[in-house]
């Protein structure tokens, strides 16, 4: 599996901006970064692990959850081996632990995008959003 390192976390009024960041190392059967689709979840305390963006390894398509669609935008950097994400216009609800994730499916428009799709995480990183 490939480790995956998130920074970028923190406190921010609502309206504001963060971008995060997630580091990859290691490599899993010859595969590179550039071999795996990357994801964003996240997860607000009491509830379940939500999807909030993902891009492809072939094609580089990228697809987001209708809640932050026009506010975040996820790249990535292969030779750098780190995907981002920038989050504008931040909300309160917007308020929960970030993960990374690397899989090896593709993804397309009406794809459900399941945790189990991945398999390595990311330890995470806090956004608190104040209002």
């Known amino acids: 599996q490939v480790q995956l390192v998130e920074s970028g976390g923190g406190l921010v009024q609502a309206g504001g901006s963060l971008r995060l960041s997630c580091a990859a190392s290691?490599?899993?059967?010859?595969?590179?970064?550039?071999?795996?689709?990357m994801g964003w979840f996240r997860q607000a305390p009491g509830k379940e692990r939500d999807f909030v963006a993902v891009?492809?390894?072939?094609?580089?398509?990228?697809y987001y959850a209708d809640s932050v669609k026009g506010r975040f935008t996820i790249s990535r950097d292969n030779a750098k081996n780190t995907v981002y994400l920038q989050m504008n216009s931040l909300k309160p609800d917007d308020t929960a632990v970030y993960y990374c994730?690397?899989?090896?499916?593709?993804?397309?428009?009406?794809?459900?995008?399941?945790?189990?799709?991945?398999?390595?995480w990311g330890q995470g990183t806090q956004v608190t959003v104040s209002s």
């Open positions: 994730a690397a899989g090896s499916r593709l993804f397309y428009s009406g794809s459900y995008f399941r945790t189990s799709d991945f398999g390595s």
């Open positions: 290691g490599r899993t059967s010859g595969r590179t970064f550039s071999d795996y689709t």
């Open positions: 891009m492809n390894w072939v094609g580089g398509s990228t």
